[in-house]
């Protein structure tokens, strides 16, 4: 049923003319951002080396004028310097609701204090050294700023470096590779500004202790300085004067102007004047909704499924219908923060949160990511059939031993437990660690828990009717982690994908080849080693033709803890190619081979003294 529809349409090429333009200022305004940053970077890194000393300071300084005093350095640093505030009011002013999470208010607010302590570096340096030709070298410029001017100075180098980072985050923090570099990334972010400080402090006072004449300041370049000074401001907060009463004026207008219906599935029915985009709209009612990267299409967090009205929209711009092309999007659906309704529409939230204040929308957890990780998935066999035997308080007590040494054993290796059930449990390794030192410390927990096994049936073997036994399955590869949340349940981590899915198949394999650990050869691969007491194996996995290589352990493998600790990511290569020709396997049915026992009280052989050929399974 559509609804009704109300009032005038706007053209639909207007809206897409008013698409392209948002897309390409977004994008200039993400280029100029970087170029100031960059420039940024390599002045405050300039500054560091002033712990070194004042003179090392001005060498450094002869490479970085090299780069941004030449012709196309100048035009790229003072055409950003112009283009990127203009387009970041261009953007502040497209706002149609100025509630937002309290870190977009901050970089606004940034954005807006930093020319008041800018426009005097910028004249009292730049244009005042080209004008009067007086020396812009370190040892000249620290002793007009310091110490009068310290305070400033270094209060205008955290506002830049702080507005630079909250920019470079919101860009990042969609990636899935950012959570590996999230915490070096923080590092150097911290790291920079505090030895550029340290490196100003200590050149500065260098530099006033020089035996130099003091410097000449005539009339006419105070004169100049303050016009210059004057000038730039007024311009600047001129042009924020207009732009506010560019918003007044248009804020008055659609308010008088006819409105239009928004239908918000399970959130009810509002009606509004055009021109807020629907993430704007879900700010503005309070609607949870989910914002990762705070409405700069650079995600798809906030993407909804049009019902009704989507004929009307206009067509995506090219940086949405790029991501929605990225996440193989449905018809009909769109990027909430994107699409501003002109006629009468009805949305569903796809990926809402809960609402963490009457101000504020909840944005996805940052931790969320894809990552390569070695998941672990282990159950006790014949549990049935012992539970009926046992009474319920030993049953219990057996299971809470049972769980006590599991999760010893993986927290041992640098492991985490996902998930609990029944008999059996999950567990992920590489959440801290490198691949390498992740297999390893995977194979090495499951030797441990398949030994705490065999302790736990010496200690009950008077009240078990039947040997605990345990298959372990164990396999590399990509997997999503993060975390659900509810009120009634709390918050828990979890680890989802076929990485898992795999390695719960190799642990139901053990069954059939009467082995306690089926490890897949990806996994050994990553690890960089071999296991004598390794069978090469075939496991057919469901919803694959051909089977995947494995290896069985029928005893618990040896690992030293010198190897665990010393393992190296050179296996990496080689779990490639064993993951192709995995990939490239027989196809064939599997049978039902055990893996051979090995007799008691003899030498293990070896794979060279076996050299088994692999077994279907």
């Not at 989507?310 to 009909?332: F, M, T, V």
Request: proline share 5%.
């Amino acid at each position: 049923m559509s609804l009704p529809q109300t009032g005038t349409k706007r053209s639909p090429g207007f809206d897409a003319g008013m698409n392209q333009v948002s897309s390409w200022s977004r994008d200039i305004r993400l280029v100029s951002g970087f170029i100031l940053l960059a420039f940024a970077t390599t002045h405050f890194l300039n500054h560091a080396v002033g712990i070194a000393g004042l003179a090392a300071m001005e060498q450094v300084q002869e490479w970085r004028y090299a780069i941004w005093h030449s012709w196309p350095g100048t035009v790229a640093l003072y055409g950003a310097l112009i283009v990127h505030p203009l387009f970041a009011l261009v953007r502040v002013a497209q706002r149609r609701t100025f509630r937002m999470p309290v870190r977009e208010i901050l970089q606004i607010a940034l954005g807006l204090a930093i020319p008041l302590l800018l426009v005097d570096h910028i004249v009292s340096t730049r244009i005042i050294g080209h004008y009067f030709h007086i020396d812009e070298s370190y040892h000249a410029v620290l002793r007009r700023l310091w110490p009068g001017h310290a305070l400033a100075q270094s209060l205008l180098l955290l506002l830049v470096w702080t507005h630079g980072m909250i920019g470079l985050h919101f860009i990042l923090r969609s990636r899935d590779s950012y959570a590996r570099w999230r915490d070096p990334f923080l590092l150097v972010a911290i790291l920079i500004p505090v030895l550029a400080l340290i490196g100003f402090s200590v050149a500065a006072r260098e530099a006033v202790q020089m035996a130099l004449p003091p410097e000449a300041r005539s009339d006419a370049r105070s004169a100049m300085s303050n016009w210059h000074e004057m000038w730039v401001k007024s311009s600047f907060f001129g042009l924020v004067g207009a732009f506010a009463i560019f918003v007044a004026f248009r804020e008055f207008r659609v308010r008088t102007t006819r409105a239009i219906t928004v239908r918000f599935v399970g959130h009810g029915v509002r009606k509004v004047v055009p021109g807020p985009t629907v993430l704007e709209l879900f700010r503005r009612f309070n609607i949870p909704h989910a914002a990762l990267c705070g409405g700069r299409a650079r995600c798809a967090t906030c993407r909804v499924l049009v019902l009704d009205g989507a004929d009307e929209l206009p067509a995506p711009g090219p940086n949405e219908a790029k991501l929605l092309r990225r996440i193989s999007a449905p018809p009909r659906v769109r990027l909430a923060c994107q699409i501003r309704p002109r006629d009468d529409l009805q949305v569903q939230l796809l990926l809402a949160s809960k609402l963490g204040s009457a101000i504020r929308a909840v944005e996805l957890d940052s931790s969320i990511a894809r990552r390569g990780l070695t998941v672990m998935v282990a159950d006790l066999r014949a549990f049935s059939a012992l539970s009926e035997r046992q009474l319920p308080h030993e049953l219990i007590g057996l299971l809470n031993r049972f769980f006590d040494e599991m999760a010893q054993a993986i927290i041992a290796h640098g492991g985490r437990i996902d998930a609990l059930y029944g008999d059996g449990f999950m567990a992920v390794f590489g959440l801290e660690a490198s691949p390498a030192k992740a297999a390893l410390a995977s194979i090495a927990a499951a030797g441990d828990i398949v030994r705490a096994v065999d302790a736990l049936n010496r200690e009950f073997s008077a009240a078990l009717p039947l040997p605990l036994r345990i298959g372990i399955g164990i396999h590399t590869g990509q997997a999503v982690v993060g975390a659900v949340e509810n009120d009634s349940l709390g918050r828990h981590e979890i680890t989802v994908g076929e990485t898992v899915a795999i390695a719960s198949q190799f642990e139901a394999a053990t069954r059939r080849v009467l082995a306690d650990i089926v490890v897949s050869e990806t996994t050994v691969a990553v690890t960089g080693r071999s296991f004598a007491e390794a069978v090469p194996l075939k496991v057919m996995i469901k919803g694959r033709d051909a089977p995947m290589a494995a290896y069985g352990f029928a005893r618990t493998p040896r690992i030293d803890a010198a190897d665990e600790a010393d393992a190296v990511d050179a296996g990496a290569v080689a779990a490639q190619g064993a993951t192709q020709d995995a990939g490239n396997g027989e196809r064939r049915a599997p049978t039902e081979t055990p893996i051979p026992a090995k007799p008691a009280g003899r030498r293990p052989k070896t794979q060279a003294d076996q050299k088994p050929e692999n077994q279907d399974v």
